[in-house]
């Protein structure tokens, strides 16, 4: 059984961790506002209202047995990615930090 997250109850930090890597350009697409944490497997988002930083927290699609999330790119488009996906493309990506 996979990990349920809790996703009514928000999970906010006051400042990024060191060791992040800004998600700017994915597959084509722009992004300003995300961060990929690979220490913890998570992937942080700067809210446009806010001075914290939140914690995305995938939904769980139980047809095909995966996390996925929403990320919403410079021109406010929402793209369906897997969450899982996202992280091991940024280590990858960025395999010089291993």
Do not use: S
């Not at 944490?37 to 139980?62: A, E, G, S, T, W």
């Not at 899982?84 to 493309?89: F, G, H, Q, T």
Request: proline fraction near 6%; charged fraction near 30%; aromatic fraction near 22%.
């Amino acid at each position: 059984m996979p990990k349920q997250y809790n996703r009514n109850t928000p999970e906010y930090i006051d400042e990024l961790p060191k060791d992040v890597f800004e998600m700017t350009k994915v597959l084509g697409y722009e992004f300003d506002r995300y961060w990929i944490d690979l220490n913890k497997c998570r992937i942080i988002m700067k809210p446009k209202k806010l001075n914290k930083y939140k914690v995305i927290k995938p939904y769980y699609d139980k047809w095909n047995n995966t996390y996925y999330f929403n990320p919403i790119d410079v021109n406010g488009i929402a793209h369906h990615w897997r969450y899982y996906d996202l992280i091991i493309y940024h280590t990858y990506v960025n395999y010089e930090y291993w």
